[in-house]
């Protein structure tokens, strides 16, 4: 386990050029020692929850896929909230319409504190990103007072759509820019339109409400969006879907955190993770960066704290263990920690040197050990 404070030092300035020496010390080791890394390599790089949170400070929770929490005490912003995971051989194989599980929904809402939810923001309309956000809504809905957001595209309003008509929410497009960031609370959102990963699964839109019970075919992707999610000095990028954008990212996009996907990467070669990462990361001076979508997106939502190496790597139509790989391979050769995030425990994030002006990597430096699996040394 390690703590985000050890995570994020606040590295002075000066501190700059001594960082830049210490990355030039860098070196790859011969690729013959590299081995595949299971799920349990990255334990040392799980981040821990301190006591005590201090007030108004952004926390997050993440419970698999993409699904993760924002809440700075006063209110919550949700990704994607994806818990009821049907299983799709079934949904395949006999052609069922799986539909949103309100027992599990209710218990993970539960067990994730969803009590003043503002606004849920949603990657693109896949089901395992958009299959129970209505229901969460509605669910969170009763209990309060203020109406919440739904925040996607087109395509993710009409699976909503298909679930509770007429609207239970109030649909908001993604803003498309820092200037025209949409406010919640103290939260600043704004998006940016990211290709979806590579996959000939589920592509197209979807034109109208879904009915009630659609087939698993029928959650066609639509636009993918990325999110920027600012808080004061803090600034989190949420990208749910493995790939690059289309141009360069605006250059307000210099986030403390990146919540990076790493589904469908598993088949890509190693010069598509190599770009992704370029230009994700490296190109925004990102500190940290935490993957996601990773998990089994079938495997049921637990609801005990988990640490990533008890839940499954994804397998279905993907290796999630190769995708991790992929993206932590540059990041041992970067100044940008790994860190991962435990299942449903309150993680605090904080505003952080960008990754240009980190303190050089210390003999503890937790990355040392995976990075050293994979044939890449930290000097
Ligand atoms: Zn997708």
């Given at each position: 386990?390690?703590?985000?404070?050890?995570?994020?030092?606040?590295?002075?300035?000066?501190?700059?050029?001594?960082?830049?020496?210490?990355?030039?010390?860098?070196?790859?080791?011969?690729e013959a020692g590299a081995r595949q890394l299971q799920?349990?390599?990255?334990?040392?790089?799980?981040?821990?929850?301190?006591?005590?949170?201090?007030?108004?400070?952004?926390?997050?929770?993440?419970?698999?896929?993409?699904?993760?929490?924002?809440?700075?005490?006063?209110?919550?912003?949700?990704?994607?909230?994806?818990?009821?995971?049907?299983?799709?051989?079934?949904?395949?194989?006999?052609?069922?319409?799986?539909?949103?599980?309100?027992?599990?929904?209710?218990?993970?809402?539960?067990?994730?504190?969803?009590?003043?939810?503002?606004?849920?923001?949603?990657?693109?309309?896949?089901?395992?990103?958009?299959?129970?956000?209505?229901?969460?809504?509605?669910?969170?809905?009763r209990a309060q007072t203020r109406q919440i957001l739904?925040?996607?595209?087109?395509?993710?309003?009409?699976?909503?759509?298909?679930?509770?008509?007429?609207?239970?929410?109030?649909?908001q497009a993604p803003r498309l820019s820092q200037a025209?960031?949409?406010?919640?609370?103290?939260?600043?959102?704004?998006?940016?339109?990211?290709?979806?990963?590579?996959?000939?699964?589920?592509?197209?839109?979807?034109?109208?409400?879904?009915?009630?019970?659609?087939?698993?075919?029928?959650?066609?992707?639509?636009?993918?969006?990325?999110?920027?999610?600012?808080?004061?000095?803090?600034?989190?990028?949420?990208?749910?879907?493995?790939?690059?954008?289309?141009?360069?990212?605006?250059?307000?996009?210099?986030?403390?955190?990146?919540?990076?996907?790493?589904?469908?990467?598993?088949?890509?070669?190693?010069?598509?993770?190599?770009?992704?990462?370029?230009?994700?990361?490296?190109?925004?001076?990102?500190?940290?960066?935490?993957?996601?979508?990773?998990?089994?997106?079938?495997?049921?939502?637990?609801?005990?704290?988990?640490?990533?190496?008890?839940?499954?790597?994804?397998?279905?139509?993907?290796?999630?263990?190769?995708?991790?790989?992929?993206?932590?391979?540059?990041?041992?050769?970067?100044?940008?920690?790994?860190?991962?995030?435990?299942?449903?425990?309150?993680?605090?994030?904080?505003?952080?040197?960008?990754?240009?002006?980190?303190?050089?990597?210390?003999?503890?430096?937790?990355?040392?050990?995976?990075?050293?699996?994979?044939?890449?040394?930290?000097?």
């Amino acid at each position: 386990m390690f703590t985000l404070a050890r995570a994020l030092p606040r590295a002075v300035c000066t501190m700059a050029l001594a960082g830049l020496a210490g990355l030039a010390a860098l070196a790859p080791l011969a690729e013959a020692g590299a081995r595949q890394l299971q799920i349990r390599d990255y334990d040392p790089l799980v981040l821990d929850s301190p006591q005590s949170i201090p007030p108004g400070q952004v926390r997050a929770r993440f419970m698999g896929v993409s699904t993760l929490l924002l809440d700075d005490g006063k209110d919550q912003i949700l990704l994607d909230g994806f818990f009821s995971r049907p299983d799709l051989g079934d949904a395949v194989l006999t052609l069922g319409r799986p539909k949103p599980d309100a027992g599990v929904i209710r218990r993970a809402m539960v067990r994730t504190g969803i009590t003043r939810l503002r606004a849920v923001l949603v990657a693109h309309a896949h089901h395992d990103h958009a299959f129970d956000t209505a229901d969460v809504i509605v669910a969170a809905d009763r209990a309060q007072t203020r109406q919440i957001l739904l925040v996607g595209s087109a395509s993710v309003r009409n699976v909503a759509l298909g679930r509770y008509r007429p609207e239970r929410w109030i649909y908001q497009a993604p803003r498309l820019s820092q200037a025209a960031a949409l406010a919640v609370g103290d939260f600043r959102i704004w998006a940016i339109e990211t290709p979806h990963s590579p996959s000939r699964l589920g592509r197209g839109s979807i034109d109208g409400p879904l009915g009630p019970r659609p087939s698993i075919f029928d959650y066609k992707s639509g636009p993918n969006f990325s999110y920027v999610v600012e808080h004061g000095d803090l600034q989190i990028l949420l990208y749910p879907s493995a790939h690059w954008p289309k141009a360069v990212l605006p250059r307000e996009v210099r986030p403390d955190v990146i919540f990076l996907g790493v589904g469908n990467l598993g088949g890509e070669d190693d010069s598509f993770a190599e770009t992704y990462w370029r230009r994700v990361v490296r190109d925004t001076d990102a500190p940290l960066v935490i993957p996601v979508h990773w998990d089994d997106i079938q495997q049921p939502l637990q609801l005990d704290p988990r640490l990533p190496h008890v839940a499954k790597p994804n397998t279905f139509l993907d290796d999630a263990r190769k995708g991790l790989q992929k993206v932590f391979r540059p990041a041992c050769a970067s100044p940008v920690d790994v860190r991962f995030m435990p299942f449903f425990v309150e993680i605090p994030l904080a505003s952080a040197p960008p990754a240009s002006a980190r303190f050089p990597r210390t003999v503890s430096d937790p990355m040392r050990g995976p990075c050293a699996a994979i044939g890449v040394a930290l000097r």
